[in-house]
């Protein structure tokens, strides 16, 4: 008897943008040794869908419209909650402003509130409330859409959101499954990968590959809201002793077939501390 799938699990990770002179870097996270996932990897912050995010979106605390389905704000809040928990980075702001909240402000939040967030005591919802403050999920754009192959013993339905970073806040690593927060160049991140020096799985290899092709934050979250997004659930063979992996032409990475080393751990993220 043939085993069902493995049904994948929500998940929301962010690629969130700053300017350089050299280029656009983007921010990411080294997980630690002892992570359920990916572990010692270099990632984007994220993590699994949490029932707390719907909450914020059914107390009306989420910016995005109400044409926006509540599933899909879901994970834009989810992808606000695991950029703060992991690197220290809020996306909100005051009702009806424009701009997100200064540095000073988001150090005071982090400092009484990032802890308990962590450990599941304070959820997103409480400080917005606690604080009087709307989650810009609106500022996260979708970018990318991968599903774990079948087959796997783990499964994500991975939303890769991609946004400006908040200016002036500064990132930290958690300490607890993030070990380093690092602004990095796309094309540093996967040199590096491709050198052995850091371990980066193939999903996120291939959306650094993608963002790489734009010029300024802007440039790729205006990008990304005008291109539909593919959906990837890559087709996984083995021929002659190699893996050969099939992915959509139409979602933009500029293969269709590629032959990796793509281990049952190098599945697109994520798996946070708070959402385990």
Known sequence: MTARPVTPVPAATVMALRDTEQG???LMVQRTHKAD??????????GKVDRADHEVVRAGRCALGGGVPDDERAIRVAGVR??????????????GASELIGSDRTRRISARYRAGLLDGSVSLLDIAEAEGLEIASDRLVRFA??????????????????????RGQLALHDGWETLE???????????????????????????????????????AVHTAAATPVVTVQPD?????????????????????????????????????????
Request: charge should be negative; charged fraction near 25%.
């Open 24 to 26: 656009i870097e983007v």
């Open 37 to 46: 996932f990916a572990a010692g990897a270099l990632l984007f912050p994220g």
């Open 82 to 95: 695991e950029v703060f928990e992991e690197a220290n980075l809020l996306f909100a702001r005051e009702p």
């Open 145 to 166: 859409h991968w599903i774990t192959p079948e087959g796997g013993r783990r499964r994500f339905d991975t939303h890769f959101l991609v946004a400006r970073a908040p």
């Open 181 to 219: 927060t690092l602004w990095i160049r796309p094309e540093t991140a996967i040199a590096e990968a491709e050198a052995g020096l850091r371990r980066v799985v193939f999903p996120t290899r291939m959306n650094l590959r993608k963002v790489a092709g734009s010029a300024t934050a802007d440039e």
């Open 236 to 276: 996984v063979r083995e021929i002659d002793g190699k893996r050969h992996l099939k992915i959509p032409i139409e979602a933009g990475y500029g293969i269709s077939e590629t032959v990796v080393d793509y281990s049952a751990s190098d599945q697109p993220p994520p798996a946070s501390q708070g959402s385990s």
